[in-house]
């Protein structure tokens, strides 16, 4: 009989030992000492993290990261990788009224595992991510919505565009915050106080640039969470070494032309966020 444990076994809604990946890596099948071994490794390397000093695992957290339709798929998918990874429950809470898939901006569609109506706990983290946030912005329901959850967040976080998400719903009122560059002149029409940074934390309020930035607001809110050394940790299992081919991933570093393409390229979306007039 094999008694390794099996990480898959308490998985909710799926039957003791089975993994619904079909992944076999934590089981050992016949006789086989060096499957034993490298089980038995990675379940000490286990116990070992667990024992770092300061660490602790997120397992009575609860994370929200709204989808919206059309959001940027990266701006979720990055998060929730480095989220996860705490052990903190993460729900994807769709912004419409069932279940249903919800498409990205790239067409590639996630399936919810909540809507708003289902959230009945407050969150230790409230992640709104961006993409066609005007879609969003339209919805008052789901504005009101993130405004409920946002008070009883003990993080309120976004990524990209979803940073005028939060300020639409009063959220950032009086807060500096960031968004994608090309957006971020509108927080001001929100109430909010424009940075010009990466990540911008002001109180509980943690706002990322554009798209890629979700993933250092992700990686910041796990050493929150459980502690600096399962940050490192998980910047490590991710090997998480940006070295674009092209450094142009500001307007400052990709020069005039290619920034007023840009800006012609985000223009409706530009135009869709702009706060009514008063």
Sequence with gaps: MNDTPDPAA???????????TGSTLFTVTGDDPAKQAAVDRCIAAHDDLAALPGLRFATDKTVLIVLHPGFELLDVVGPFHFLAGTGATVELVSTGPTG??????????????????????????????????????????????????????????????????????GLLDGYRATSHWGVRHLLAGYGAIEVNERIVEDGNRLTGAGVT???DLAIKLVSYLCG????????????????????????????????????????PLELELRAPAS
């Design 10 to 20: 308490a998985m909710p809604g799926h039957p003791a030992g089975q993994n619904p």
């Design 100 to 169: 249903e898939p919800v498409p990205s901006g790239s067409g590639v569609a996630l399936m919810p595992t909540a809507t708003f109506e289902d959230v009945s706990v407050a969150p230790e983290v409230l992640l709104v991510p961006g993409g066609d946030t005007g879609i969003l912005l339209r919805d008052k329901r789901a504005i009101a919505e993130l405004k409920r959850l946002g008070d009883e967040a003990t993080y309120v976080t976004s990524v990209c565009s979803g940073s005028i998400a939060l300020a639409a719903a």
């Design 213 to 215: 930035a979700g993933m």
């Design 228 to 267: 600096e050394e399962l940050a490192r940790f998980a910047v490590l299992g991710a090997e998480y070494v940006p070295e674009p081919p092209y450094d142009t991933g500001t307007p400052e570093k990709a020069g005039s032309a290619l920034t007023e393409l840009s800006r012609d390229f985000l223009a």
